[in-house]
């Protein structure tokens, strides 16, 4: 179904040989499964500015690491408008065709590698995307965040916010029997970032869908 050359892309790619149907399980993704520490230790005189990986995260204990006993899933390049998708499923990392992939296309899936707080402030040129889409968004990173500052729709969402607590306040004024505005949201059940991220198991905890982690081995075929 799939062969190993080089890629325009970035070193060597996986391209189709045959039609491949979109729904299609193209390949599990194999290597070594490690925990995050190991992986770390493995890479851990790897320098900061090579974005090269063949680590794969499963969940915030294991990790694959394909630049040991992996397989040719390993050489699927990432793509931002990508005709493949990674998912886990019983721990394990399988490449799914979501559209139909036509003899000779290069096979590609989004890694959205993921972001981190101390993060140096050129990562998405260090991990600049080369897929060549037309909707490329530059990185191989997860897309940013949205900013929580105020601007555009958030401004005029914040206006009408204003506008209608000047309305509940007169009501309130009207009425004292009215709900206060302020018992609708309780600080205490507020999602807490905090949660969402767990320090020891940096850049791999939580994540629901499979995605190469860092840093990376330079092994090679
Ligand atoms: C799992 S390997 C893919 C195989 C790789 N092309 C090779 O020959 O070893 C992942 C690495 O390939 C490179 N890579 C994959 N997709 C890329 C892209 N769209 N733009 C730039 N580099 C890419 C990055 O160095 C990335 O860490
Ligand atoms: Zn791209």
Same mark, same amino acid.
């Given at each position: 179904?799939?062969?190993? @050359?080089?890629?325009?892309?970035?070193?060597?790619?996986?391209?189709?040989?045959?039609?491949?149907?979109?729904?299609?399980?193209?390949?599990?993704?194999?290597?070594?499964?490690?925990?995050?520490?190991?992986?770390?230790?493995?890479?851990?005189?790897?320098?900061?500015?090579?974005?090269?990986?063949?680590?794969?995260?499963?969940?915030?204990?294991?990790?694959?690491? /394909?630049?040991?006993?992996?397989?040719?899933?390993?050489?699927?390049?990432?793509?931002?408008?990508?005709?493949?998708?990674?998912?886990?499923?019983?721990?394990?990392?399988?490449?799914?065709?979501?559209?139909?992939?036509?003899?000779?296309?290069?096979?590609?899936?989004?890694?959205?590698?993921?972001?981190?707080?101390?993060?140096?402030?050129?990562?998405?040129?260090?991990?600049?995307?080369?897929?060549?889409?037309?909707?490329?968004?530059?990185?191989?990173?997860?897309?940013?965040?949205?900013?929580?500052?105020?601007?555009?729709?958030?401004?005029?969402? /914040?206006?009408?916010?204003?506008?209608?607590?000047?309305?509940?306040?007169?009501?309130?004024?009207?009425?004292?029997?009215?709900?206060?505005?302020?018992?609708? *949201?309780?600080?205490?059940?507020?999602?807490?970032?905090?949660?969402?991220?767990? /320090?020891?198991? @940096?850049?791999?905890?939580?994540?629901?869908?499979? *995605?190469?982690?860092?840093?990376?081995?330079?092994? @090679?075929?």
């Amino acid at each position: 179904m799939i062969e190993v @050359r080089h890629s325009p892309v970035h070193g060597y790619g996986v391209f189709a040989l045959r039609r491949i149907r979109k729904g299609t399980t193209v390949i599990e993704y194999l290597g070594d499964r490690i925990s995050h520490e190991e992986a770390d230790e493995r890479y851990s005189d790897k320098d900061a500015k090579d974005n090269h990986t063949f680590l794969f995260t499963v969940d915030a204990k294991t990790v694959i690491d /394909a630049g040991r006993n992996g397989n040719e899933a390993r050489f699927i390049n990432h793509g931002c408008d990508p005709n493949c998708e990674s998912g886990i499923m019983t721990k394990r990392v399988f490449i799914e065709a979501i559209r139909t992939i036509q003899p000779g296309e290069e096979l590609v899936y989004d890694y959205q590698i993921q972001r981190d707080p101390d993060d140096p402030d050129d990562v998405d040129e260090i991990f600049a995307c080369r897929c060549g889409a037309a909707s490329c968004r530059g990185s191989m990173l997860e897309p940013k965040k949205q900013r929580r500052g105020k601007s555009g729709a958030r401004k005029r969402q /914040a206006k009408r916010r204003a506008g209608a607590d000047d309305r509940r306040a007169k009501a309130k004024r009207d009425a004292s029997t009215r709900r206060n505005a302020g018992t609708r *949201r309780n600080a205490g059940t507020r999602r807490n970032a905090g949660t969402r991220r767990n /320090a020891g198991t @940096r850049r791999r905890a939580g994540v629901k869908r499979a *995605r190469p982690g860092r840093p990376s081995p330079r092994a @090679r075929r």
